[in-house]
T-cell receptor, first 114, second 115 residues
Framework: AQSVTQPDIHITVSEGASLELRCNYS??????LFWYVQSPGQGLQLLLK??????LVQGIKGFEAEFKRSQSSFNLRKPSVHWSDAAEYFC????????????FGTGTRLQVTL | EPEVTQTPSHQVTQMGQEVILRCVPI?????FYWYRQILGQKVEFLVS????????KSEIFDDQFSVERPDGSNFTLKIRSTKLEDSAMYFC?????????????FGDGTRLSIL
C-alpha cells in the first residue's frame, strides 16, 4: 500500500527566508503527487501537482516542488516566505487507477515570524 | 473558478442520531470523494463514487456510512447512529474524468461534533 511521510511536524521560518518542506512516499510505481495547503478553518487548496515529465513543477503562490525518483521525494520549496503562507501543508499521493484516492501525509504546520 | 461547496459548515448532533452531510461537486466532474480529518490528525480517505456507485471504500467506511447522489448536483454522506469518535472535519472532493492525474478539488469541509 502507498504511504506518505512528512518528517517535519512543525517548522518556523522568518518572513523573507527560504522554505523547504519534506515529503517522502512509498509506492510501487511512479505515483501522482500533490501538495495541498490548509489555512485554519478552511478546506484544502491545491498548490501543485506532478504527473510526469519535468521533475520541477511550479505551483500557485510562488511555490515549486521537485520530484526525485531516486529518493522517493517530492519536496516543496519557496524562495521567500510571506507571513500569509502560515498554514498547514499536506503532501499527498494519488494512485494511477481510475478511482485514484489520495493518501495524505500527516502534514507540516508552518509558522512565519516577522 | 468553480468550487466544491459543502453544507452545513458545522453540525452538532447527539450521539446515536443520524446525520447527513451535503456536498455540491463541481458541475462537470465525474468522480466524487469523502475524506475525514480528526482533530490534529491527517486527512483520511473514506469513499470514492463514480457512475452512481461506490468505486472504493476504506476500512473506516463501515455499515454505519452510506453515500448517495440523489440528483444531478448533490452528493451526500449519511452517518447512521453517530458515535463520539465520528467527530471530525469531513471533506468532499471531486475531480474531472480521465486518468487519475486530474487533481481533486476540495470543499471547505463540515465540522461534525457528536455530543
Amino acid at each position: 500500500a502507498q504511504s506518505v511521510t512528512q518528517p517535519d511536524i512543525h517548522i518556523t521560518v522568518s518572513e523573507g527566508a527560504s522554505l523547504e518542506l519534506r515529503c517522502n512516499y512509498s509506492y510501487g510505481a511512479t505515483p501522482y503527487l500533490f501538495w495541498y495547503v490548509q489555512s485554519p478553518g478552511q478546506g484544502l487548496q491545491l498548490l501543485l501537482k506532478y504527473f510526469s515529465g519535468d521533475t520541477l513543477v511550479q505551483g500557485i503562490k510562488g511555490f515549486e516542488a521537485e520530484f526525485k525518483r531516486s529518493q522517493s521525494s517530492f519536496n516543496l520549496r519557496k524562495p521567500s516566505v510571506h507571513w500569509s503562507d502560515a498554514a498547514e501543508y499536506f503532501c499527498a499521493v494519488g494512485l494511477t487507477g481510475t478511482a485514484s484516492k489520495l493518501t495524505f501525509g500527516t502534514g507540516t504546520r508552518l509558522q512565519v515570524t516577522l | 473558478e468553480p468550487e466544491v461547496t459543502q453544507t452545513p459548515s458545522h453540525q452538532v448532533t447527539q450521539m446515536g442520531q443520524e446525520v447527513i452531510l451535503r456536498c455540491v461537486p463541481i458541475s462537470n466532474h465525474l468522480y466524487f470523494y469523502w475524506y475525514r480529518q480528526i482533530l490534529g490528525q491527517k486527512v483520511e480517505f473514506l469513499v470514492s463514487f463514480y457512475n452512481n456507485e461506490i468505486s472504493e471504500k476504506s476500512e473506516i467506511f463501515d455499515d454505519q456510512f452510506s453515500v448517495e447522489r440523489p440528483d444531478g448536483s448533490n452528493f451526500t454522506l449519511k452517518i447512521r447512529s453517530t458515535k463520539l469518535e465520528d467527530s471530525a472535519m469531513y471533506f468532499c472532493a471531486s475531480r474531472n474524468g480521465g486518468a487519475g492525474n486530474q487533481p481533486q478539488h476540495f470543499g471547505d469541509g463540515t465540522r461534525l461534533s457528536i455530543l
